[in-house]
Structures are given as structure tokens and as C-alpha cells.
């Protein structure tokens, strides 16, 4: 019998398979193996107790990806959630995240939500910028409804993982976009609060057909890894048509006397605020300290 791990909690796995929930181990040949089941693992499992929903995860399914943070497998793609007020965006921690999703090749989303009460119609100038840098970015409002359609449109068929930090919505947007049947949902919330757990874990909800949310823990920082400064550049898009007019190669865009980057901030086509975020964190690895 074939089924996806939902969630992993104190080495029990529950697994989603045909409608129904249950609650498996992990044979001791993985950790053998050095491999663990990850959220999102497609496994196959022995079922121990149809009526308990009991069973052993005896087979881990090949993966198409892996996810790093959070440690999910098998993900589609990425939908960040921001709110266009209430509070305003972080770009800096918006633009952290997308440099993340691009490391690790996961295509990224960018939902700015509570546009009921965006007044000044901030919302489309931001999705005027992030547009430009090539992401599929949407308006939506999760108290009223609006754009949840085309939101549910871009996720349908795909495990999509869905992170944001706090205050911005995204429990009642994730709310908006689960339309699994109540009594399958009930029956994770069921098997996953037996065990007593307050430790907020990455989750796995069923959204439709084939189609999964995974509902990671807001963040709040985010620390750049594994990325030298002189690389930082690869991951704004935007950058890339401009810099065949830059004098030097392997030009930073920050102090070089003709920068193509620089002439298109000043010009209006990258924008001033993507760029500026840039340049902290360019300055940012290049003081982090050497080990």
C-alpha cells in the first residue's frame, strides 16, 4: 500500500493514504541506510491494524527533491505569504527567502495578502516589482475571498510548501485553501493531537486532488548559507539582461566605475529597493566570519 507522510512527530509517521490516516514506524533498515522519512515522503507501508490505522513504513519511494529548511521532500514549489499592511512587508526577509527557494531550485509564489484593507493600493506596486524579477506574484485577500481562486489554480496538482512569518495571515489563507473533505482533516487533527505535542512541526495537508500544503512554522530571520558574496548576484534575476554592460567581469554592482545593474536602478528598471536589500547582503557575507 503506497501513502505520503503528513507528519513526523517523536519517531511516529502519519501517513495519508486513501483517504485515511495512519500511524506507522520507520524500520530500522533506514536508519541502517543512514536515510530518514522525511515529511512529504511517498513510502510504501505494511498495514499492522486496519481498524486502529496502525502500520510499518517498510519503503521509501524515490524523491525529486529535498527541501533543506524546512526538511520536506518532494515539493513543487514554494508560496511565501506577506501582508501588504498590518504589518508591512519585510523585504529583506521576502528577499532572504527567495535567494533560499532559488539554492535549493524550488520556483517560488509570492502571495501578498489583506488586500481588503490595502488603501493606498500598495499591493500593486509590489506585485509590479517582484513581477519584473520574474516571480508569479498575486494580491488576494483571505478574509474576503478575493484571488483565492487563482491562488488555488497555481497550487492544484502540486505539494507546494508555504511559509511566512507571523501577523501576516497565513493560517487563515491555508484555511481558505484546504478543500479536503472535513472528516479527513478531522481525522489528522484527531490521530496528531493523541500524542499531547504543543511543538508547532511542518505539516502536510491535503488540498484537493494530488494536491498538497505544507504548512511550515512562521519565520522571523533568516540567515543566508552556504553562499559567497561574489555569487549573491545570481539569485536576482533581474540582474542578469543588465550586467552584459558592466566594464568588469565578476562586477559586484557596488562600487565598479560602469555597472550595467547600477544604470538600470538609476533608470527605474531593477528596483531601488530590491537592490538596496542586495547590497546589505552583500556587506552582510562579506563580514560574516571565515571558519
Known amino acids: 500500500m503506497r501513502g505520503k507522510i503528513i507528519k513526523g512527530i517523536a519517531g511516529f509517521y502519519y501517513v495519508y493514504s486513501e483517504g485515511a490516516v495512519y500511524e506507522c514506524k520507520a524500520k530500522g533498515v533506514f536508519r541502517k541506510d543512514n536515510r530518514k522519512p522525511?515529511?512529504?515522503?511517498?513510502?510504501?507501508?505494511?498495514?499492522?491494524?486496519?481498524?486502529?490505522?496502525l502500520g510499518n513504513i517498510k519503503e521509501l519511494l524515490p524523491r525529486h527533491s529535498e527541501l533543506i529548511r524546512p526538511a520536506v521532500a518532494?515539493?513543487?514549489?514554494?508560496?511565501?505569504?506577506?501582508?501588504?499592511?498590518?504589518?508591512?512587508?519585510?523585504?529583506?526577509?521576502?528577499?532572504?527567502?527567495?535567494?533560499?527557494?532559488?539554492?535549493?531550485?524550488?520556483?517560488?509564489?509570492?502571495?501578498?495578502?489583506?488586500?481588503?484593507?490595502?488603501?493606498?493600493?500598495?499591493?500593486?506596486?509590489?506585485?509590479?516589482?517582484?513581477?519584473?524579477?520574474?516571480?508569479?506574484?498575486?494580491?488576494?485577500?483571505?478574509?474576503?475571498?478575493?484571488?483565492?481562486?487563482?491562488?488555488?489554480?497555481?497550487?492544484?496538482?502540486?505539494?507546494?510548501?508555504?511559509?511566512?512569518?507571523?501577523?501576516?495571515?497565513?493560517?487563515?489563507?491555508?484555511?481558505?485553501?484546504?478543500?479536503?473533505t472535513v472528516m479527513e482533516t478531522g481525522q489528522i487533527s484527531r490521530k496528531i493531537e493523541r500524542g499531547k505535542h504543543t511543538t508547532r512541526h511542518t505539516e502536510l495537508l491535503a488540498a484537493g486532488e494530488d494536491t498538497y500544503i505544507l504548512d511550515t512554522p512562521g519565520f522571523s530571520s533568516l540567515g543566508l548559507f552556504d553562499l559567497e558574496k561574489e555569487d549573491l548576484g545570481l539569485f536576482y534575476p533581474e540582474f542578469a539582461e543588465h550586467e552584459k554592460y558592466c566594464r568588469f567581469g565578476g562586477c559586484s554592482h557596488i562600487s565598479e566605475p560602469v555597472c550595467g545593474v547600477r544604470d538600470a536602478v538609476q533608470e527605474g528598471t531593477v528596483s531601488q529597493m530590491r537592490y538596496d536589500n542586495y547590497v546589505l547582503l552583500y556587506n552582510e557575507l562579506k563580514d560574516k566570519k571565515k571558519y
Not at 38 to 53: A, R, T
Not at 74 to 97: E, G, M
Open 38 to 53: 522525511l515529511v512529504g515522503d511517498d513510502v510504501e507501508l505494511d498495514i499492522l491494524d486496519e481498524e486502529k490505522k
Open 74 to 180: 518532494n515539493v513543487d514549489q514554494a508560496l511565501v505569504i506577506f501582508s501588504i499592511v498590518k504589518p508591512k512587508p519585510n523585504f529583506n526577509l521576502l528577499d532572504r527567502f527567495l535567494i533560499m527557494m532559488e539554492q535549493q531550485k524550488i520556483p517560488c509564489i509570492i502571495c501578498f495578502n489583506k488586500q481588503d484593507i490595502d488603501e493606498n493600493d500598495d499591493g500593486a506596486e509590489y506585485k509590479r516589482i517582484y513581477s519584473a524579477c520574474g516571480y508569479e506574484t498575486l494580491s488576494v485577500s483571505a478574509g474576503e475571498g478575493t484571488g483565492i481562486d487563482e491562488l488555488k489554480a497555481l497550487l492544484k496538482g502540486k505539494t507546494t510548501t508555504v511559509a511566512g512569518p507571523s501577523g501576516v495571515g497565513k493560517s487563515s489563507l491555508v484555511n481558505c485553501l484546504q478543500t479536503v
